[in-house]
C-alpha cells in the first residue's frame, strides 16, 4: 500500500479575500473575473485596501489536496514558503489539516511567501491578484522522488509551467509516480496559461499524463478548434482520461474513448472561489477509491456545489456527509 493516495505540486499561496462591489474594481484598475499576476508593491496596495479580510491556505492544486484529504484520503503536498509570518501560517494550516507539507519553510530565502487578494462581487464572481514570490520558483530539486514514488497518484498545477524550472518539476514527479505504479494527472488551470504553453501541454498530456482536467475554456483552448466536441475528441485522442467542467452545463468525462455525461443542477454562486479545485478533489476522491466515471462526476460536482455556497475556496460542510445523503458513499 502507498503511503499517499494523492500527492499534489503546485503554488503554495496564502489567500486573503474579501468582498467588493464593481466600482471598487474600476476604481482600484481590478479586471473582474480572471485572475492576474501582480508585483510585490502593487500587492501591498491591494492588500493594504482590504476590508474584513479572511485568511487560508490557498493555491489551486493546494485547495484540492486539502479538499481531497478532509474525505479521507491520505495526502502530501509540494510548494515552496519562506519562513516568514505567512510561510509559517501556512505550513502550520496545511499540517493541521493533516497534509503531508513535503517543503519546510525556506529562513533566508530571497523572495516572500506567494500572497492572492481575492475580491468576491454579489454576483459571485471572484477577482484573482497574484504575487507568486517563492511559490513561482519551485524546481526539480523541491521534488522528493521518494514521495511521490509512494503516491498513487500525483496532480500536476498548470500554473507552474511559466517557469522551465516548474516544468522539470512536474516531469521529475511525475516519472517518479509512474514508474512506481501510480498514475499522474494535469490541472489546465485557465486558458491564458494554455495560451502560453500549448505545445508543452499537449506534450506532457500525450507523453506523460493519465489524466487531464480542465474547464470548457480551456479544453477548447488546447486546440483552438472552436468546437468542444471536436476539443474533446482531439484531447481524448491522446490522453486515456479526460474530465471537462461545464457549468451549469455538467460535466463530461471521456475515458478509454467512453464518453459520461454527469448534469448538475444550476445555482447562483455565493463565491465562485475554488469551485474547480474542489470539484478536482471530489473526482479524484472517487478515481482513487474506484468508484465509475459516473459517480465521480458527481462527487466532483456535488463538491463544488458545497464550496460555490459560501465565501472561501474550502468546503465548510462535511462533503463525505453530502456524499453519503446522496448515496455516494
Avoid: W
Avoid at 499540517?95 to 529562513?107: L, S
Avoid at 475554456?217 to 484531447?235: G, P, T
Avoid at 458527481?298 to 459560501?310: L, P, Q
Amino acid at each position: 500500500m502507498k503511503k499517499y493516495q494523492l500527492a499534489g505540486i503546485g503554488n503554495a499561496v496564502v489567500d486573503v479575500i474579501a468582498r467588493a462591489d464593481d466600482s471598487f474594481l474600476d476604481h482600484m484598475g481590478i479586471e473582474k473575473g480572471i485572475m492576474q499576476l501582480i508585483e510585490r508593491e502593487r500587492g501591498e496596495t491591494l492588500y493594504g485596501a482590504m476590508g474584513n479580510r479572511v485568511q487560508t491556505p490557498g493555491g489551486s492544486l493546494a485547495n484540492t489536496v486539502a479538499g481531497a484529504g478532509a474525505l479521507g484520503l491520505r495526502t502530501a503536498f509540494f510548494g515552496r514558503v519562506k519562513d516568514d509570518a505567512l510561510g509559517r501560517f501556512y505550513a502550520d494550516a496545511m499540517t493541521n489539516e493533516g497534509i503531508a507539507f513535503v517543503n519546510a519553510p525556506e529562513p533566508g530565502a530571497e523572495l516572500p511567501t506567494s500572497r492572492s487578494m481575492i475580491f468576491v462581487t454579489p454576483d459571485g464572481e471572484r477577482s484573482m491578484n497574484t504575487y507568486l514570490g517563492i511559490s513561482s520558483e519551485l524546481g526539480p530539486e523541491h521534488v522528493d522522488e521518494s514521495v511521490a514514488a509512494d503516491a498513487e497518484v500525483i496532480f500536476l498545477e498548470g500554473y507552474l509551467f511559466d517557469k522551465d524550472k516548474g516544468k522539470e518539476a512536474f516531469l521529475k514527479a511525475a516519472r517518479a509516480c509512474t514508474a512506481a505504479g501510480g498514475k499522474a494527472g494535469i490541472a489546465i488551470s485557465d486558458p491564458f496559461c494554455v495560451e502560453r504553453h500549448r505545445e508543452d501541454f499537449l506534450r506532457l498530456i500525450e507523453h506523460e499524463m493519465d489524466f487531464v482536467i480542465g474547464n470548457e475554456a480551456e479544453i477548447r483552448s488546447l486546440y483552438q478548434n472552436d468546437d468542444l466536441e471536436a476539443d474533446l475528441a482531439a484531447v481524448s485522442a491522446i490522453c486515456p482520461l479526460v474530465i471537462c467542467t461545464r457549468s451549469g452545463d455538467g460535466v463530461t468525462i471521456v475515458k478509454d474513448g467512453v464518453r459520461t455525461d454527469v448534469p448538475v443542477k444550476k445555482v447562483v454562486p455565493v463565491d465562485a472561489t475554488g469551485a474547480g479545485d474542489q470539484f478536482a478533489a471530489g473526482f479524484l476522491y472517487g478515481l482513487v477509491t474506484g468508484r465509475d466515471m459516473e459517480t465521480c462526476g458527481r462527487m466532483g460536482s456535488m463538491a463544488a456545489g458545497e464550496v460555490i455556497g459560501h465565501m472561501g475556496p474550502r468546503p465548510e460542510a462535511s462533503v463525505s456527509a453530502l456524499f453519503k445523503a446522496a448515496g455516494l458513499a
